[in-house]
């Protein structure tokens, strides 16, 4: 019974945490309006009238396919590049061998503006939504391989030697000793790999025109709409903040129970989200 | 006045914050029975609205920083003839007001000019004390005597400022006043209220909340006064109205709201939050009465937060223990059902303004004021129950 208040207590925090991110959006929104007072619709259109033109392209049937063609470009590439990078990554924690072999082409491939494999990536594939999958996996694995990598390298091998000392079994060693561990060093490493994989996927749907979000921005730029490109703009906005704030500031939340629970006492009543 | 009344600040203007509240409410009736809606030359909604925030709200100001402010930083308060002076200068202001049509407006702004200031220079040497310095309330206060010279500046045309938005700046600095006084009555009031439920204390505010809160309101108050009705501000009393209600979380402590010390300010900051809402969606573009908005803000976030914080201030400074009287949820509550009527009849029921959105709003008021001052007037007339001065 205890357990289940405490729940929904940490429940009703969180949720009532996105009055403090909503002040903070709405003022923003005031900054918005003032550049458009100040500069007409052409340069900055108001929010009422941007959100006007995102109710109407969502009327006609044109956002929700863009949202799902760029939703599956990202998701696409990100899952690649999770495995990738993560499996890469843990060999690369856990041998000095391909540390040293794949560390410099890891930190070289985070050198490689995401634009230029955008422009490789038209040459090889296409116009088509393997571009934008395809630069997402190559831009967004080398973040997941480094956190793959530390979370790996720094397991602690007394707490490993005392695992075995105590004969932990396998799965449990590797569910309850290994996993916290690693977790703690990949998740923030997938949080931004998965933010960062939206924001790519409309840079290569831009460029190629192979639809989606992006291309909806580029047809919105040719065609001078500045109220549209907006809309577009918010719609990636959306779904990033609902990202962040459905999907993974949940998850980080719920990874660092220990932490709250090590400080003790009326944690949840402190330790507000925003 | 005898001498315990002259005892302390809060005292004396305890007892006439409510004469001036119900005194402000009493000529609406003629704008809505149809018998002209001038007082002298000033519209009745002016005049109503400079009472109720320069009469109630200030007396009620001016009781509180009397009192609180000394015994935060251990400073002498203003007793005996220089408190008797003060309210004598409040009064001169009512007077004046009160004989509006009778008098040349320069007279009644020269009245009623004096006891804000006077107020400010009675409080200014709180800031002289050693440790942290409220001078966050002395700055309010500055404002708002500044906001009053505006006013009557504004009415004798030497500043082309509409006497009515110069009161609508006033009651939004209220509003600031407001969260910034809950800053420090919370902690305490949640404390006592968690005793008083039976738990243990669990007191830990964090400061960005209430920070956030106090700065949306801030920026408001200048939105509102540099551009009203303009779709910036709309935005900025929405984001106000939010951060107001972010912070209603401090108050979500285990047993804490079951008692009137700490629910009744939950209940005015709601008040607070839903006429900041309203407000915003009016500015930008929703059909919504901004008076009736306004009326959240004065009448149910004000005169909520004037009666809990009179009635706490009145309990501890007459050394009478917790729990607060009956007397406490009854006038709040009425209060809340008078404001909930003004604000929902005109933008709902317009047709039923003059009885359900005016006339029972009044009479509610005047209720909740007598019932307060039936039980606490006495405790504010005789002395201390420990016999200690003050």
């Given amino acids: 019974m205890n357990w289940v208040r405490d729940r929904a207590s940490r429940a009703l925090d969180y949720l009532w945490g996105g009055w403090g991110a909503a002040a903070s959006l709405l003022l923003l929104t005031a900054l918005w309006e003032a550049g458009h007072a100040a500069y007409g619709t052409l340069v900055l259109p108001s929010p009422r009238d941007t959100v006007a033109a995102l109710v109407r392209m969502g009327g006609d049937g044109r956002l929700l396919p863009a949202v799902v063609e760029t939703t599956g470009n990202a998701l696409g590439g990100f899952v690649a590049a999770s495995l990738v990078g993560g499996v890469l990554g843990a060999m690369a924690g856990a041998s000095d061998m391909m540390r040293r072999l794949l560390q410099p082409i890891a930190t070289l491939m985070l050198g490689i503006p995401a634009i230029a494999w955008v422009v490789l990536a038209l040459l090889w594939f296409g116009g088509s939504g393997l571009a934008a999958s395809f630069t997402v996996v190559v831009t967004t694995a080398p973040i997941v391989f480094s956190g793959a990598a530390q979370g790996v390298r720094t397991l602690d091998g007394d707490l490993r030697r005392m695992a075995r000392a105590f004969r932990v079994p396998g799965p449990m060693l590797v569910w309850d000793v290994y996993l916290p561990h690693m977790l703690s060093y990949l998740f923030p490493a997938l949080a931004s790999a998965l933010a960062l994989s939206w924001k790519i996927a409309v840079m290569a749907e831009l460029l190629s025109g192979a639809g989606g979000i992006g291309d909806g921005l580029a047809t919105a730029r040719v065609q001078l709409d500045t109220v549209k490109a907006l809309a577009w703009v918010l719609a990636v906005v959306g779904l990033l903040l609902a990202l962040e704030y459905l999907l993974l500031e949940p998850v980080r939340r719920h990874l660092q129970t220990w932490r709250r629970e090590a400080q003790g006492g009326d944690s949840a009543m402190t330790r507000g989200l925003l | ?390």
């Fill in chain 2, 1 to 390: 006045m005898n001498a315990t009344v002259l005892a302390y600040g809060f005292r004396p203007f305890f007892l006439l914050a409510p004469l001036a509240g119900a005194a402000a409410v009493l000529p609406l009736p003629m704008i809505w029975l149809g018998w002209g809606g001038m007082w002298g030359d000033l519209s009745i909604g002016a005049w109503h609205g400079h009472e109720q925030v320069f009469g109630f709200l200030s007396a009620a100001l001016a009781g509180f920083l009397l009192t609180a402010l000394p015994s935060w930083t251990g400073a002498t308060p203003v007793t005996g003839r220089n408190l008797a002076g003060l309210c004598l200068l409040w009064l001169v202001g009512r007077i004046a007001f009160w004989l509006d049509p009778l008098l040349p407006p320069a007279l009644v702004a020269a009245a009623d000019i004096l006891f804000l200031p006077a107020l400010l220079v009675a409080v200014v040497p709180v800031l002289r004390r050693p440790g942290p310095k409220p001078w966050e309330f002395v700055a309010a206060l500055a404002a708002l005597a500044a906001v009053n010279a505006v006013f009557h500046l504004g009415r004798l045309g030497v500043v082309e400022v509409a006497p009515e938005r110069a009161a609508t700046v006033a009651l939004n600095l209220f509003q600031v006043l407001i969260a910034l006084a809950l800053g420090r009555i919370l902690p305490v009031v949640l404390r006592s209220a968690q005793i008083e439920a039976g738990r243990a204390p669990q007191v830990r505010l964090m400061p960005g909340r209430r920070h956030l809160a106090v700065t949306t309101l801030v920026l408001f108050t200048v939105a509102e006064a540099v551009v009203p009705g303009h779709a910036v501000t709309g935005w900025i009393a929405l984001a106000a109205a939010c951060a107001q209600v972010d912070r209603m979380r401090e108050c979500h402590l285990a047993g804490a709201l079951r008692r009137p010390q700490a629910a009744l300010f939950y209940v005015a900051q709601g008040w607070m939050a839903l006429g900041l809402a309203l407000l915003g969606l009016s500015a930008l573009g929703m059909p919504l009465d901004p008076a009736a908005a306004r009326h959240a803000l004065g009448l149910g976030a004000g005169a909520t937060t004037a009666l809990t914080v009179m009635s706490v201030v009145s309990l501890r400074h007459t050394a009478r223990p917790f729990p607060l009287p009956a007397a406490t949820w009854g006038p709040a509550a009425l209060v809340s059902v008078a404001t909930a009527l003004r604000v929902a009849v005109p933008d709902l029921a317009p047709e039923a303004m003059a009885m359900a959105g005016v006339t029972i709003p009044m009479l509610l008021w005047l209720t909740a004021f007598g019932l307060w001052l039936r039980t606490f007037s006495p405790w504010l007339l005789r002395p201390r129950v420990d016999g200690c001065p003050g």
